[in-house]
T-cell receptor
């Protein structure tokens, strides 16, 4: 079974600084998708960024970028110029790209605190 | 215009009661899901439906029964509620290939007293 591991239960960063959240996953598949979701105190699950495994180029969305290392099965999230609104739980997630019967598997999350 | 809406947002009920949570999506997605988030924030899938057909049924007690009247709706009915059922329940939807991830509802916090 696929597993997703986030080894940092909590992280903190100063406002305007950069922070990197770690994620590793276990799979024997070659074709899959990876995601980072943000869950602020409002509880809403918000998609931050996605990566297609067959693309070598790292995904970027404004201040959010990933470092995707397929061979190492690593998918870290970098948040640049951290803002107070970035404070949230961040979940790494994996899904095999077969469709239909597949399910999104989540890591246990990293709680990010942003200090003013 | 809410993409995935679930109601109610909060539900407080006594042990032994039966309750339902409703979910609707207006994204035209074919696949819908129920996830449970426990007190430690861990998200685990319970069920998935593709175009009204049950696809995934994880090891969930029989007291939980999903119902999908059409591909835009997926409701969750829970019988004989227990204290351990207290959690946040999320509905979500996606394209069949889930290439763009899931779109989640805002969650229902269920508290069983």
């Amino acid at each position: 079974a696929q597993t997703v591991t986030q080894s940092q239960p909590e992280m903190s960063v100063q406002e305007a600084e950069t922070v990197t959240l770690s994620c590793t996953y276990d799979t024997s598949e070659s074709d899959y998708y990876l995601f980072w979701y943000k869950q602020p105190p409002s509880r809403q699950m918000i998609l931050v960024i996605r990566q297609e495994a067959y693309k070598q180029q790292n995904a970027t969305e404004n201040r959010f970028s990933v470092n995707f290392q397929k061979a190492a099965k690593s998918f870290s999230l970098k948040i640049s110029d951290s803002q107070l609104g970035d404070a949230a739980m961040y979940f790494c997630a994996y899904i095999r790209s077969q469709g239909g019967s597949e399910k999104l598997v989540f890591g246990k999350g990293t709680k990010l605190t942003v200090n003013p | 215009d809410t993409a995935v809406s679930q109601t109610p947002k909060y539900l407080v009920t006594q042990m032994g009661n039966d309750k339902s949570i409703k979910c609707e999506q207006n994204l035209g997605h074919d696949t819908m899901y129920w996830y449970k988030q426990d007190s430690k924030k861990f998200l685990k899938i319970m069920f998935s439906y593709n175009n009204k057909e049950l696809i995934i049924n994880e090891t969930v007690p029989n007291r939980f029964s999903p119902k999908s009247p059409d591909k835009a709706h997926l409701n969750l009915h829970i019988n004989s509620l227990e204290l351990g059922d207290s959690a946040v329940y999320f509905c979500a939807s996606s394209r069949v290939d889930a290439a763009y991830g899931y779109t989640f509802g805002s969650g229902t916090r269920l508290t069983v007293v």
